[in-house]
């Protein structure tokens, strides 16, 4: 009795399991039917109804590492999809090298299949199906393989029609790529369309079809960045295109004979029109981008102005300098395009009123274009000192203005590379061909430097938006390099007064010169120590030291066994003035401090 009543209890346990098993499956069946007349699947609806039920005595067996990697997700069948696809491509080129059907054959059929993947790749993204990223990816490549092969071993298609084929099947998946949110397909396609494109007849490229077909790779990474797909991918195509202009505009420059048929060959015709789209679609999708957008700007948009119009521009100069010879043309663009930077600048400044963001890099490639515009119009890169100098001193009390600390680090360097230009381009030589060009170069050097330096020390720079003044330079110690470039260009063109002067009045002209050299520099230190006695300015006392230990320097070891007689007088004479001079100022300097510091102690009486 015992035992049958047992076996019962058991059999009971056990049919209760079976109706809570069986009325769990009806759950099941009708939430999947709900979820049918909604329209939606049962793993939306109920997640958890896939999960909580199993079937009765499962056992679960762990899997870990690799192993487990390799079973849930889609390693091995993408790995095994990749083999699969080889194979037939394999057998292709095996019976084409074999002769069992011609090259031409076997190349229309490769490709034929390559773009039979690429469709099967679009198939499988359109059913989100897991080995859809391994058909157009091993499509692409396998196609990019046929086309270099084809065109260059066997020559069965010509370079436009190799051309042709990648713009096309690039374009097909850089719009996979976009629908689907692939990154690995845009960057495939963009990226391997352009290496294969600069590999096909190297050296020597079809350069208007390259650079349509790296044309089409900035659009796509415009468009992909805009949908928040790749942004490494700009960086990467950007440079590209830099890489194949500094190719092409170097091809250009190289042939010693600048004939029609060397223009034919390297396509010259096309070189300018191709150049100002690619600089007109950089200019304009980032200012679109500034006028759409409310994001600040990132380190790419900032120097993309700078890269993309000085670099064109410099591009078109080296080419029409030996072919064209005159770059008036050139010159009155690059004015245009400046002030174009220079007006979307000052649009940044009054949209971000806080700062001025954004305003510093296009008022810095303006700039910059300015200077080289002005150059190229009168053929002498001379001309674009004055430009940059009064550009410097104009850009320091705008930066006051809309309070960019930006635009003032950016008047400093403007001021120094104005310099830097007047010593690389031979105005401060003492026998000019034009002595009044140089000293219109030099005084308007001289005195924009000056009246900058006199501008900033009157007023602080904003350190509030600006990284430089907040932690590199809090006491603005860079203005000294406006004080430096006024004294070098002021020396300079007092040399060249003096070289103009002796050369018509004296036969001792050889020491006269360099003695007056030594003159004009222990003046220089005259007039700072007064300056900076009269200021009680520290930075002028010191930049005042330093210029009188050079001028005695020159005294003492240059002129004293170089030069003789009235020259070598007046040398020594005025480091004697010089040093006298320090000696009064530093007396009364002294004297200054402690009796501030004697006021301090004992306190108003």
Known sequence: MAETQGTLEVQLK????????????????????????????????????????????????????????????????????????????????????????????????????????????????????????????????LLFSIVLETHTRFQSISSVMAYVILIAAGTVVIILGLRYRASAQLCIAALGSGLVGMSIDFPYPLYPMLALLLFGGCVAAYIANREKLCPSLRWTTLGFAFVFWLFWAFKLTVPAACDEPTAVLLHLTWFFPLLFAFWAFYTVTNIHRMATENEDLGFYESLLPTVSGVGAFLAAWTVTVPWYRSTLWLGIIGVLAALLHIGAGGWLAARNKDGAIGSTTYTFAGVILLSFGVGAIFSNLLWSVPVLSVSAYLLARVANRWQSGGIRCTSYLFQL??????????????????????????????????????????????????????????????????????????????????????????????????GGQTVFINLGAIFLLLAASSRKNNEILTVAIVVGLLGMLKSFVFDLFGIKGMPLVFSIFSSGVVAAVGSVVSTRWQGKKEKMKSESMTGPA
Request: proline content about 4%; aromatic content about 10%.
């Open 14 to 141: 056990s049919l209760t399991q079976q109706v809570r098993f069986l009325q769990e499956t009806v759950d099941e069946i009708s939430a999947r039917l709900s979820g049918l007349e909604k329209g939606k699947g049962l793993k939306e609806e109920r997640p958890e109804v896939q999960e909580t039920i199993a079937p009765a005595h499962q056992v679960n067996i762990p899997r870990e590492g690799v192993l487990k990697k390799a079973g849930t997700g889609a390693l091995l069948p993408r790995v095994a999809t990749v083999c699969f696809a080889l194979v037939f491509a394999l057998i292709l080129r095996t019976i084409t090298d074999n002769g069992t059907i011609n090259t031409q054959l076997g190349s229309m059929l490769g490709m034929g299949y390559a773009a039979a993947l690429i469709i099967g790749g679009w198939w499988l993204y359109s059913r989100q199906s897991r080995l859809a990223p391994i058909f157009p990816a091993c499509g692409l490549l």
């Open 417 to 514: 590379a104005a310099g830097l230009v007047a010593l690389s381009s031979g105005v401060v030589a003492s026998d000019i061909a034009s002595p009044l060009v140089g000293s219109l170069v030099l005084g308007t050097l001289m005195t924009m430097s000056f009246l900058q330096y006199r501008w900033c020390r009157s007023h602080t720079p904003p350190a509030m938006h600006s990284a430089f003044f907040s932690w590199l330079d809090r006491k603005d110690f860079s203005a000294v390099i406006l004080l430096l470039t006024g004294l070098i260009s002021g020396f300079f063109l007092l040399r060249l007064g003096l070289y103009q002067v002796l050369a018509r009045t004296t036969a001792d002209f050889e020491y006269m010169f360099r």
